[in-house]
Antibody, heavy 125, light 106 residues
Framework: QVQLVESGGGLVKPGESLRLSCTASGFTFSDFYMAWVRQAPGKGLEWVSYISSSGTTTYYADSVRGRFTISRDNAKNSLYLQMNSLRAEDAAIYYC??????????????????WGQGTLVTVSS | DIQMTQSPSSLSASVGDTVAITCRASQSIRSYLNWYQQKPGKAPKLLIYAVSSLQSGVPSRFRGSGSGTDFTLTISSLQPEDFATYYCQQSYSSPAFGQGTKVDIK
């Protein structure tokens, strides 16, 4: 079965950096786009970034563009999120999610069909 | 950027009730609309994609409808395991979620 396991979260001070990892299993990792989605404590879901299956194309939310970098290592079935210049508002649970194009009557629709359990990032002085 | 607005933000219902959650997009997203369910302390779970297609294993009491800018998630005969927070999400452009609707027990 599909499994996504995040790691790397922790407590950092504002301005510091952190690198999150997500290890995938149970599917052909290199066939899928992957994404990071975050959820601040008690708040809703916010898409952060996603990366194409080959890793050549990346997309970012405006709130993190220029500070965060998504990457992947298909040989290691791993997804990463390098987070620099962290701010208090970046504090959240960060979920790794598989982006699957589901077929419908009008074509393919991108969905986040599998999620990890999340890793908590706390930003505080 | 496309904004997604859900209503209500929360609702209280009883087992067996039928509830409806609406989701409005700030511009047309055609049928690129998904719904997720999240229970406390858990990751979200895909329920419905492309407005009305049920993800594998999702009970038929969940129904999605709508097109363009206005969408609805209807849950018929609410079951104890359905008390959760529901999010809509558009995949027409850069992904965006609604703010969530919490369904709790009356």
């Amino acid at each position: 079965q599909v499994q996504l396991v995040e790691s790397g979260g922790g407590l950092v001070k504002p301005g510091e950096s952190l690198r999150l990892s997500c290890t995938a299993s149970g599917f052909t990792f290199s066939d899928f786009y992957m994404a990071w989605v975050r959820q601040a404590p008690g708040k809703g879901l916010e898409w952060v970034s996603y990366i194409s299956s080959s890793g050549t194309t990346t997309y970012y939310a405006d709130s993190v563009r220029g500070r965060f970098t998504i990457s992947r290592d298909n040989a290691k079935n791993s997804l990463y999120l390098q987070m620099n210049s962290l701010r208090a508002e970046d504090a959240a649970i960060y979920y790794c999610a598989r982006d699957t194009r589901m077929m419908s009557t009008f074509g393919g629709v991108s969905t986040f069909d599998n999620w990890g359990q999340g890793t908590l990032v706390t930003v505080s002085s | 950027d496309i904004q997604m607005t859900q209503s209500p933000s929360s609702l209280s219902a009883s087992v067996g009730d039928t509830v409806a959650i609406t989701c409005r997009a700030s511009q047309s997203i055609r049928s690129y609309l998904n719904w997720y369910q999240q229970k406390p302390g858990k990751a979200p779970k895909l329920l419905i994609y492309a407005v009305s297609s049920l993800q594998s294993g999702v009970p038929s009491r969940f129904r999605g409808s709508g097109s363009g800018t206005d969408f609805t998630l209807t849950i018929s005969s609410l079951q104890p395991e359905d008390f959760a927070t529901y999010y809509c999400q558009q995949s027409y452009s850069s992904p965006a979620f609604g703010q969530g609707t919490k369904v709790d027990i009356k």
